[in-house]
């Protein structure tokens, strides 16, 4: 079993949609999840983060984590033309003096006019 | 806004070469990480650094990868002899304090490397 699997998509909408992004993930000892955001041949960049469970909100995006199914969504209200891009969850694992990230395999958005 | 840069944007070499790639992490960032993303899969973990040593590195960072921090600015991953299947695209990312909690990741704008 993959530690974090994402649909990789592609996930096409018209512009003004509501999208949900999902992620599972397997390891019980991930504390902090992330969303990433990625556009064609350039970094991750981050867009939210949350830990334990429950959702945070900000603006247009909203994370949300259910620990106990080991399951994780972003929303996007309202979505834009600027939105589509690669949407990447990512998970933290404590590894000692530094924290590395597991990534899922991202999904790609369109949003269209 | 402070960012991590990496160089070169592309590169392209022969099997069997060797290749550096060079980062240069945001200025009072003490982790530093390398990545990897294969075309069309994941991001992948290669390896994390602080205080001029290897904190953990993943299976895929085996004897043919090396990371040096040079100096006080750059931190460089080398590969000895490149395979076919190290083309990929490879992220450097910083990190203020990676000793858990929440410490956001920074991340370059990667290199691509084509080995032929």
């Known amino acids: 079993q993959k530690e974090v699997e994402q649909d990789p998509g592609p996930l096409s909408v018209p512009e003004g949609a509501i999208v949900s992004l999902n992620c599972t993930y397997s390891n019980s000892a991930f504390q902090y999840f992330m969303w990433y955001r990625q556009y064609s041949r350039k970094g991750p960049e981050l867009l939210m983060y949350t830990y334990s469970s429950g959702n945070k909100e900000d603006g247009r995006f909203t994370a949300q984590v259910d620990k106990s199914s080991k399951y994780i969504s972003l929303f996007i209200r309202d979505s834009q033309p600027s939105d589509s891009a690669t949407y990447l969850c990512a998970m933290e694992g404590w590894a000692g003096t530094a924290s590395k990230l597991t990534f899922g395999t991202g999904t790609r958005l369109q949003v269209t006019l | 806004e402070p960012e991590v840069t990496q160089t070169p944007s592309h590169q392209v070499t022969q099997m069997g070469q060797e290749v550096i790639l060079r980062c240069v992490p945001i200025?009072?960032?003490?982790?530093f990480y390398w990545y990897r993303q294969i075309l069309g899969q994941k991001v992948e973990f290669l390896v994390s650094f602080y205080n001029n040593e290897i904190s953990e590195k993943s299976e895929i960072f085996d004897d043919q990868f090396s990371v040096e921090r040079p100096d006080g600015s750059n931190f460089t991953l080398k590969i000895r002899s490149t395979k076919l299947e190290d083309s990929a695209m490879y992220f450097c990312?910083?990190?203020?304090?990676?000793?858990?909690?929440?410490?956001?990741?920074?991340f370059g704008p990667g290199t691509r490397l084509t080995v032929l």
């Open positions: 990312a910083s990190s203020e304090d990676g000793t858990g909690g929440w410490d956001e990741q920074f």
């Open positions: 200025s009072n960032h003490l982790y």
